[in-house]
Each structure stands twice: as structure tokens, then as C-alpha cells.
């Protein structure tokens, strides 16, 4: 294909997975309400897998290929993505992001950056233990993040500063009318949401692949597909349903959604790497990869303690701008000079 027709495709893929992204953010806060189930959860769980699930399928496709390195840098690159993705939805809403998000965020934030650092020493350690050619550090991953997930299910919702617990879900608000007699608000149906999450996951899953693709082949025509700027340009391609989606839970107002998703996404990524070191047959994938590879998970790291720090410090606006959100973004520059400077 020409340089053309991949570009062709990059929008029109570009453009169905925001489409998605909009309706996975809308019908994921409804199931929230619906289920009786916090934001929170629910976006570090169900909407941050299916918006990571363009980028396991290119990594596993990566891995398949033999290309380790690649796979895994992606899973690093998109952590930090996420960060920085964080940091403009934060700029680009007039409110402010921090201070109206639930208290469980440093949890999510605490799992994701330990599973992180977890991962960079599987990196930088000998091969060990393994179970046929998979890693005991990546099933240690897996099991870490389906520990977590069932903490964060049972964790207590607040918010900082106040010590107050938040109302749960009802499935029903005013609009749907009062409830009969003052008792008990009738329970609306939860199958239709569901479908309607299921359908859009299902689309991400089928046009995200493509979107990759194509980024993949407008790097290699426009002669990026061996730089740093190449491998750049589809990690961030990859991080787009994120983006998408966390946009339109902030227009929502469904914020908890919104950070839930980015923090999830990076915990979810990290046991991700179960799934690339199973297609990954040479043997465990983490030390199979080169040593710089750990500066990109440093770096997802760093942003993510600096995210979590600016939700606990909560609003430090100057002149209508937030500097932690800016930090974050030259924070987020430095480290991909510093992923640059370290490639092999």
C-alpha cells in the first residue's frame, strides 16, 4: 500500500475508534450508575481493558514476530502516554480534575506504579524461574493485578480532605421521575447498557488493530519506521482510545471514569505482559528484552508518582493554569529525550 492509502486508513480507523471511545465513556458511566457500581471501578477495570485492548493485540503481534523489544517499549511508551494524557484533559477543562475524583485513584495509582517497577526489574534481572517458556515474573504480574482488583472492589469510597463516604448508585435519578409512594427507586434494566458497552468494546477491539497498522505503515513509507519518531508515533497512536474516552467522560462529568481509565489502563498493561510473553515462544520476555527498555518504565514511573502527588496536593491553579499539569508535560518530554538517548 502507498503512503496514500495508509494514511486512507489511519483516518478512517482514527475515526470509528473515537467514535467508540465516546459511546465505551458513555454507556460505562450508565453501567456504573445502573450496576450500583463506583466510576472509579468500573473505569480502572472494564473501560481501561477494552481501551488496552488495540495495544495487546499489536504487541502479541509484535512478539509473534520476534520482535520483543518493540512489544514490550510499547506497553512502557503507552504507560507514560497515559500520564500525559492526564495532564491535557486536565488543561483542557475549565474545572478542575483533581480535586473531584474519589480517594481510591492513589490506590490505583499505588498498584500501577508498583507493578510498573515490578516489570523494569523483570527487565533488568537474569532469567529465572519459568513455567515452559513463560516468566514467573509476568505471572507474578497477573496475579499482583487480580489481587489489587479485588482490594480496589472492596475499598471504601471518599474523597480527600473531607473523611465523608460518597452516596452509592441507585440506578435511578430525577429525571427518571420520583419514585412511587417514596419508596424504593425502581430499578432500570442493565442489559441494554451492557450491550450497548459490549457492542463499541467490540469495535475498538476489531478497528484498533488497524489503527496501529496503519501507523505502523505510514511510519514505514514515510521512512520513520526504524527511528525513535517511528516507534513514537504508534505508541501514542495506541493510547488514542484512552484519550477518547477519558474526554468524553470528562464532558459527562464523570471524572472518576475519566482518571480511573488512564491509572487502570497503566496497571492493565502491566499484565498485559502475561499475554505478549505467552506468544513470545524463545523464552520469558522480560529479560529477553535490552536493558534500556527499563528507562521507559522509570519514566511511567516518575509521571505517574508526579500524577498521583498532584491529585493529593489537589488545586494549585496560577493565573487560571495548573503547573502540576504542565509539569507533567515536561516531565513527560524529558523522559522521552531520556528513552531516546538510552536506545541501543
Known amino acids: 500500500m502507498s503512503l496514500t492509502h495508509w494514511i486512507l486508513l489511519f483516518a478512517a480507523s482514527a475515526v470509528v475508534v473515537a467514535g467508540a471511545g465516546v459511546e465505551v465513556a458513555r454507556s460505562g458511566d450508565e453501567l456504573a450508575e445502573r450496576a450500583g457500581l463506583s466510576r472509579l471501578f468500573v473505569g480502572m477495570l472494564l473501560v481501561a481493558l477494552v481501551t488496552s485492548l488495540p495495544e495487546v493485540v499489536t504487541d502479541v503481534s509484535a512478539a509473534v514476530g520476534d520482535a520483543p523489544d518493540l512489544a514490550v517499549g510499547d506497553l512502557f511508551g503507552s504507560s507514560m502516554a497515559n500520564m500525559a494524557i492526564l495532564a491535557v484533559i486536565d488543561l483542557l477543562h475549565r474545572q478542575r480534575v483533581w480535586p473531584n475524583v474519589e480517594i481510591g485513584h492513589a490506590r490505583v495509582a499505588s498498584v500501577a506504579i508498583a507493578l510498573t517497577a515490578l516489570a523494569a526489574l523483570g527487565v533488568l534481572t537474569p532469567p529465572g524461574i519459568s513455567v515452559g517458556w513463560v516468566g514467573i515474573d509476568t505471572l507474578f504480574l497477573v496475579a499482583a493485578y487480580v489481587a489489587a482488583v ?132 524463545d523464552g520469558p520476555l522480560l529479560p529477553a528484552v535490552h536493558p534500556s527498555q527499563s528507562v521507559a518504565a522509570i519514566g511511567a514511573v516518575l509521571l505517574m508518582a508526579l500524577a498521583l502527588a498532584a491529585i493529593v496536593h489537589g488545586e494549585t491553579r496560577v493565573h487560571r493554569l495548573e503547573p502540576d499539569a504542565v509539569l507533567l508535560l515536561v516531565v513527560y518530554a524529558g523522559c522521552l529525550y531520556a528513552v531516546w538517548t538510552a536506545q541501543p
Not at 452509592?168 to 442493565?190: F, I, K, M, V
Not at 484498533?208 to 519506521?225: K, M, T, V
Not at 477519558?246 to 480511573?260: C, E, F, K, P, T
Open 150 to 281: 479485588a482490594w480496589m472492589r472492596r475499598s471504601p469510597v471518599s474523597r480527600f480532605g473531607r473523611g465523608e463516604l460518597l452516596p452509592q448508585p441507585t440506578g435511578w435519578s430525577e429525571a427518571d421521575g420520583a419514585p412511587p409512594d417514596g419508596g424504593p427507586a425502581p430499578a432500570r434494566p442493565l442489559r441494554p447498557v451492557a450491550v450497548r458497552f459490549a457492542l463499541a468494546a467490540l469495535v475498538i477491539l476489531a478497528a484498533g488493530p488497524l489503527l496501529a497498522r496503519s501507523a505502523e505503515g505510514i511510519s514505514d513509507e514515510s521512512g520513520l519506521g526504524l527511528t525513535f519518531m517511528g516507534t513514537l508515533f504508534v505508541a501514542v497512536t495506541t493510547s488514542l482510545p484512552e484519550l477518547v474516552s477519558s474526554i468524553a467522560a470528562l464532558r459527562i462529568g464523570s471524572y472518576d471514569l475519566a482518571v480511573g481509565n488512564l491509572f487502570g489502563s497503566n496497571a492493565f498493561n502491566m499484565a498485559a505482559l502475561l499475554v505478549v510473553d505467552l506468544a513470545y515462544t
